[in-house]
């Protein structure tokens, strides 16, 4: 018996009661208050033991775990539950979050020095090979906040552009990890307040995401990420000289941590 039938067997018993206490006060009128005393406590003795065990009945639909849905207060199961697997399809990916680099920048100088913390956009393009394994095109737009030796007002932008893939570890359940390796393009642009700009231009030797895919729809995820990535710049353009290949090349290192929402189409 469910919680909800108990209480309307409790309900519709304490109705009984109330009109049991109508009847008796109708016999009152008519024969007497020691005959409707009577008749109250004879019906009363009726109905009283059926409300006790309609009670008793309905707290033990309550209490018994068995009569309630077993998922209803799993958290853990809710949320990773098993789902139709991603066939062949096409992926968009967009989203954003914090991104700050370090190592050198040519002969502007260092990293850290140049450019603050950071916010980033990104764009992905692919296509979902199998339901674990999948390519893509990747491009990133970033914007810093000026370092500890940038002239007030200055702007610093950075770029990307390259190709990765992805490998998904569960790719049938609502929760899929997955984990993705790139490489390609890298490009910074420093712009000091009132005086000319300089930029560099390398290579993104390694581009490493980890994230972990919340499906929310079959086609529809959102996806917490961090990543890191190694570059090296190759050549300059500054203010006092052409595009010319940079002497000290060093290796620089960005983090980023951020949000995608992933849409697949036609799978």
């Not at 990747?138 to 007030?152: S, V």
Request: glycine share 14%; hydrophobic share 45%; with cysteine.
């Amino acid at each position: 018996m469910s919680l909800a039938h108990g209480l309307l067997i409790v309900w519709s018993s304490l109705a009984r009661l109330a009109r049991v206490g109508e009847l008796s006060r109708r016999s009152r009128g008519q024969r007497g208050s020691s005959c409707s005393q009577k008749v109250l406590v004879v019906k009363a003795s009726h109905v009283v033991p059926f409300v006790l065990a309609s009670v008793v009945a309905a707290g033990s639909a309550f209490a018994d775990a068995g009569a309630l849905n077993p998922d209803a207060y799993n958290l853990s199961a809710a949320l990773d539950r098993e789902v139709a697997p991603t066939g062949r399809s096409l992926e968009i990916a967009v989203g954003g979050g914090y991104t700050q680099g370090a190592g050198g920048a040519g002969s502007a100088g260092q990293l850290e020095d140049l450019t603050g913390a950071g916010g980033t956009a990104e764009v992905q393009l692919g296509l979902r090979v199998t339901p674990t394994f999948s390519i893509a095109g990747y491009g990133t737009l970033a914007r810093f906040q000026a370092g500890e030796t940038a002239l007030t007002g200055g702007r610093a932008h950075a770029a990307t552009a390259g190709l990765q893939a992805a490998w998904h570890a569960r790719e049938s359940r609502s929760i899929d990890p997955w984990v993705s390796v790139g490489a390609g393009w890298r490009g910074l642009w420093l712009s000091p307040k009132d005086a000319a700009s300089t930029a560099v231009h390398g290579i993104e030797l390694l581009r490493l995401q980890l994230g972990v895919d919340y499906r929310i729809s079959p086609s529809v995820a959102i996806t917490p990420v961090i990543g890191a990535s190694a570059s090296v710049f190759l050549v300059e353009n500054g203010p006092m000289t052409e595009l010319s290949s940079i002497a000290d090349k060093q290796l620089n290192l960005y983090g980023f941590t951020g949000l995608l929402g992933r849409f697949d189409i036609g799978g």
